[in-house]
């Protein structure tokens, strides 16, 4: 999908934890150093490709606060895998999303049209993908992401609390 978008593509995540069983986690946990770009080589090079394109890559993550261990896990890896890359990380307090209506699960929203959305279970491993171009899904999305864009914060000026 990064291949074929032409402008935009941004990503919701709203989960305080995925895949505990993530090598790269446990690693973290471990005090193993990373090299995020090196890790995950292949995700690397697909957003830096899209971006080179000028396609705008964003994310942005609700997260609680105080934050988990793998929100942390997260934190520490961004400058090195996302914003390396090209993408804009933003972040935002769970706290100050409760006026914000959002879909039910993290979802990648390609140039305005397209969702990939992502099923967890209840430990935050990735169960199933599922595509859409419902329009009313697509403008669910969008209209999340933006209100959630707009007041996070980025990535540089985030405190983890």
């Known amino acids: 999908m990064f291949r074929d978008c032409q402008r935009t593509a941004v990503h919701l995540e709203t989960r305080d934890a995925y895949m505990k069983s993530d090598p790269a986690f446990i690693d973290w946990k471990a005090g193993v150093i990373l090299d995020p770009a090196g890790r995950w080589a292949d995700w690397h090079a697909i957003v830096t490709e899209a971006t080179s394109r000028g396609v705008e890559v964003r994310r942005a993550r609700v997260v609680s606060t105080p934050v988990s261990e793998y929100i942390r896990f997260e934190y520490d890896v961004t400058d090195g895998l996302n914003i390396a890359a090209g993408e804009s990380v933003r972040w935002l307090s769970r706290r100050r999303a409760t006026d914000i209506a959002l879909p039910g699960n993290d979802f990648w929203l390609f140039d305005s049209h397209l969702v990939l959305v992502n099923h967890f279970d209840g ?32 990535h540089a000026e985030f405190e983890l609390a």
Do not use: Y
Request: charged share 35%; aromatic share 6%; net charge negative.
């Open 123 to 154: 430990e935050g491993e990735n169960m199933e993908v599922e595509l859409t171009e419902d329009p009313e899904v697509a403008k669910l999305c969008e209209s999340a992401f933006g209100a959630v864009w707009k007041r996070a914060t980025p």
